[in-house]
């Protein structure tokens, strides 16, 4: 699904370079359930912007599902992430003027969907998230779980192949972001690719497979097996 | 572009930002009714000043005797003269270009007494003698019947035309004029016709209150032999007042003994000189209205490019997320534009209803008013003119969207989520 080579980045900010991605390679298989950890500055973010596609790279190459994502257009960008990707942020980004319902509609209407139609296919993912009862209600009205979910339907509304999470729990207490991983899990469930960046070991130790980044490198790449007897490697490492 | 959730979208953004909105829209307003009313004002100017003057021919002029300041072939300085029938020949032989020559002359009257009686009923009024061709120079309304017309010049026919104000004074409302008898200075004349003037102020009053004799009438019945009062003269076609003027004080000059270089003797007044200094003065004027509109159009015109800076920069975070969900490029401009347009052609939309209704109630205030508002008069702006206004609004509109718009989709959409 993803497939990134010998991928640089740096920030110019000046005449400082300031080289955030130091050769990266990487494979994601469809279906897998992906957290990238790694302290401020490692490049997690930057990478995430990268596999979304809001952001271009200096060298390597990156192929999402078969396409060769080198600098195109916007419009071409705009397209992928709409048909591709589903993103899901930390701060939700809901839109406040606008009620669940027609958020969560919002990509189908970049399809140019009829208005009739995505209302409908809205409604019907709102109530697999169990917010059917809450469609009309704008974002300021909700809690910051609803939001997360209505955030995660808008997501998922575009059938995308991949779903890129920044910090999706940040912004929510344990309870709630338990919640959030839970319905995370069951839409990977379905065979949708998922990439979680997080700082949060536990919210990692849910996941099948732990990329840790150090300095814009790779230092560590875990799966499944083997993340529960790290997990329990860092309790001890606490006591 | 009829798209609901477009439209939706700009109704919201507008809403949420009702105290925004509403000044972005005033500037525009205020700029469109300054710019309707500036052009309104100048127009009733105009026509107030234009309508002074009646429909005075604007190639027509005017010549009176004064006393001379040169002694000349034996005469002092200091000498009245007078013009005489003889003086309306020469010009008319001599002087090329004349259309219309129309000497009058003032009837006798004791000044300040009332000279004109009718049964119970006396007035003092101005008593004209004139020509039929004084009114092509000068043109009055004709109320009822007619002016003097040629078969009483030759005849000298005593025959009258009087005022409105004469009407109104001499007879009941009920009563017909045409056929009654005037007493005029003593002598009896015949009503044959009324007529009102078609000036304003102190010129109307002076028409309106005066009696119009035949010239030979005047002459003969009031003992002024053939003497002439002063002439009112029109130039044809492709003949220039002004030169006729001149070849006309000449030839006065000439006839009455006058020194050539005495430019004081013979006094005159040309139409042509006047209309062509008020003509500057109005585009004078036009010219500085426009300016001074366009710049307040511009001004709000700024405004709002300026306003729509300040939206984009408040809205990056929400057009990052929409570009992040897949918003094209061009989606994202055309809405910022619709949204400037919108807000250019409401505001400027009613700034125009404004204009045209301040316009409209200044013209209401003056029509009640009557005769006596003077300078001012159907103060109006013409359809074309407020329509490319509001076209101009309208692109303006647009360039003030764009100028944005670029910015905003320039702005990455990760920069746009980072910015809290």
Do not use: C
């Not at chain 1, 990977?188 to 099948?208: F, K, P, R, S, Y």
């Not at chain 2, 304003?200 to 005066?210: G, K, L, T, V, W």
């Amino acid at each position: 699904m993803i497939h990134i080579k010998e991928l640089h980045k740096s920030y110019i900010t000046g005449t400082n370079s300031l080289h955030v991605l130091k050769g990266i390679d990487l494979s994601i298989a469809s279906g897998e359930f992906v957290s990238i950890m790694g302290s401020s500055g490692s490049g997690k973010s930057t990478l995430l912007n990268i596999l979304g596609i809001l952001d271009n790279y200096d060298k390597g190459n990156y192929r999402l599902d078969g396409n060769l994502i080198a600098k195109m257009s916007e419009k071409k960008a705009a397209a992928f992430r709409n048909q591709l990707i589903g993103f899901v942020f930390q701060s939700f980004n809901l839109i406040s003027f606008k009620n669940a319902l027609e958020n969560v509609a919002l990509p189908l209407y970049y399809q140019k969907v009829s208005r009739r139609k995505r209302n409908l296919i809205a409604m019907e993912y709102l109530d697999k998230m169990g917010l059917a009862e809450w469609a009309h209600h704008m974002p300021n009205e909700l809690s910051g779980g609803q939001k997360q979910r209505v955030a995660i339907a808008r997501a998922l509304i575009s059938k995308p192949k991949v779903i890129l999470a920044d910090e999706p729990t940040g912004a929510l207490d344990t309870q709630t972001s338990y919640e959030v991983m839970d319905i995370l899990k069951e839409v990977n469930g379905q065979g949708i690719t998922i990439l979680i960046v997080t700082h949060e070991h536990d919210i990692a130790a849910m996941t099948n497979r732990i990329i840790r980044l150090r300095d814009g490198v790779i230092a560590e790449d875990i799966r499944n097996g083997e993340v529960k007897k790290m997990k329990e490697m860092a309790f001890a490492a606490a006591n | 572009m009829f798209d609901r959730d477009r439209w939706q979208e700009i109704f919201d953004t507008l809403k949420k930002n009702k105290m925004r909105t509403f000044f972005t829209a005033l500037g525009v307003f205020w700029g469109i009714f300054m710019l309707i009313a500036l052009l309104g004002s100048g127009e009733g100017l105009r026509k107030g000043v234009s309508s002074g003057m009646g429909d005075m021919a604007t190639n027509s002029m005017f010549m009176w005797t004064q006393r001379t300041t040169m002694p000349f072939k034996g005469f002092p300085r200091g000498r009245f003269y007078n013009f005489n029938n003889g003086d309306t020949k020469a010009m008319i032989d001599n002087i090329t270009g004349i259309e219309y020559i129309a000497p009058r002359i003032q009837g006798y009257s004791q000044e300040g007494n009332n000279n004109v009686v009718r049964g119970e009923r006396t007035g003092a009024f101005t008593i004209q003698g004139d020509y039929p061709a004084y009114n092509l120079i000068d043109p009055m309304n004709i109320n009822q019947g007619r002016f003097i017309n040629d078969n009483d010049i030759e005849q000298t026919r005593k025959v009258a035309v009087i005022g409105k104000r004469v009407q109104e004074e001499m007879f009941k409302p009920e009563e017909n004029p045409i056929g009654e008898y005037l007493r005029i200075n003593g002598v009896y004349f015949q009503i044959v016709g009324v007529v009102s003037s078609r000036k304003n102020d102190n010129e109307a009053i002076r028409d309106n209150q005066s009696i119009y004799l035949p010239f030979t009438t005047v002459q003969k019945t009031y003992n002024y032999g053939d003497i002439v009062g002063w002439y009112s003269i029109t130039a044809k076609k492709g003949f220039s007042v002004s030169d006729i003027e001149t070849q006309a004080k000449a030839l006065m000059r000439k006839r009455h003994s006058i020194d050539p270089a005495d430019t004081r003797a013979v006094g005159s007044f040309n139409v042509e000189n006047q209309f062509q200094k008020m003509t500057r003065l109005f585009a004078g004027i036009a010219g500085l209205i426009w300016i001074v509109g366009i710049g307040t159009l511009l001004a709000g015109v700024i405004g709002i490019s300026n306003i729509m800076l300040v939206v984009i920069k408040e809205r990056t975070k929400e057009i990052g997320i929409q570009r992040a969900i897949g918003a094209s490029p061009g989606t994202i401009i055309s809405q910022i534009i619709t949204e400037s347009v919108f807000l250019t052609t409401f505001a400027g939309y009613f700034g125009l209803v404004a204009g045209v209704g301040a316009i409209e109630l200044v013209n209401n205030i003056i029509k009640k008013m009557g005769d006596s508002a003077g300078m001012f008069k159907d103060p109006s702006v013409s359809f074309h003119v407020a329509v490319s206004a509001l076209i101009i609004l309208i692109i303006a509109g647009v360039i003030a969207g764009i100028i944005p718009a670029r910015k905003a989709v320039k702005i990455k959409p990760i920069e746009a989520l980072r910015y809290e």
